[in-house]
C-alpha cells in the first residue's frame, strides 16, 4: 500500500487495474511455463513468478479500491467493503476448489493458463466497464465527502504524497496492521 497506493494516486485506478490484471496473468503464464518445462529446480522460479503474482494482485486491490472513492460516497463504502471482502473470499475459493478441481483433471500447469486466459478476459471487460469517475462516463461527478472534498489544487508527486502519508499516525497504523495481516 506504501508503493502502491501513491503509484495508483498518480496513474489512476483504472489503468492500475488492467496493468494489475495483466501482470498477473503474465505471472501465471511464467509460472505455467515452469511448470510444463519440468525444470528440475523449479522451487526458485516459482517463488520468483509468484511473488510478482502477489504484487501485481495486490496492486489491483488498491486500484479497486482507487477507483471506488470516486464512484461511492464515504457513508456507502463500508457496504462495499464488506462486498469486496466476499470477493477476495470467492478468489480463494475459486484457487483452491477449481484449482484442485483443474490440477486432478488435467496437466499441472493448466491451473495456471486457466487463471491466465480468465484474467485476461476480465482485464479486456474491465477495459470497457470500469472507469475512474462517473464523469469519464458521461455522468455527473460528484462530492465523496472524503478527505479530498475540496482538494483542487495540484496533484502531489508520489514522494510528497508517501512522506504526507508517513506523518499520519493513523495511515503508518494502518500499514502496520495491514503488514502484520498479510505478512
Not at 486500484?63 to 471482502?85: D, P, Y
Not at 488435467?106 to 479486456?124: D, G, K, R
Not at 475512474?132 to 502531489?156: C, V
Request: hydrophobic share 50%; charged share 15%.
Amino acid at each position: 500500500f506504501i508503493i502502491n497506493g501513491p503509484l495508483t494516486d498518480r496513474i489512476g485506478g483504472r489503468k492500475t487495474i488492467l496493468i494489475s490484471a495483466i501482470g498477473s496473468a503474465l505471472a501465471n503464464f511464467a509460472m505455467g511455463l515452469v511448470v510444463y518445462s519440468g525444470t528440475p529446480d523449479i522451487v526458485p522460479w516459482l517463488v520468483a513468478c509468484y511473488a510478482v503474482n502477489m504484487y501485481f494482485q495486490s496492486f489491483g486491490a488498491v486500484s479497486i479500491v482507487k477507483v471506488n472513492a470516486a464512484w461511492f460516497h464515504l457513508r456507502e463504502r463500508g457496504t462495499f467493503g464488506g462486498i469486496f471482502g466476499i470477493l477476495i473470499s470467492l478468489g480463494i475459493y475459486f484457487a483452491f476448489d477449481w484449482g484442485n478441481l483443474i490440477v486432478k483433471n488435467a496437466p499441472v500447469e493448466m491451473v495456471f493458463f486457466v487463471t491466465m486466459t480468465l484474467l485476461l478476459i476480465l482485464a479486456a471487460i474491465d477495459f470497457f466497464m470500469v472507469f475512474d469517475t462517473p464523469g469519464d462516463t458521461g455522468h455527473r461527478d460528484f462530492d465523496t465527502g472524503d478527505a479530498s472534498s475540496g482538494d483542487h489544487g495540484p496533484a502531489l508527486s508520489a514522494l510528497a504524497v508517501g512522506k504526507r502519508m508517513m506523518r499520519n499516525p493513523v495511515i503508518v497504523t494502518i500499514a502496520l496492521i495491514e503488514f502484520c495481516s498479510g505478512f
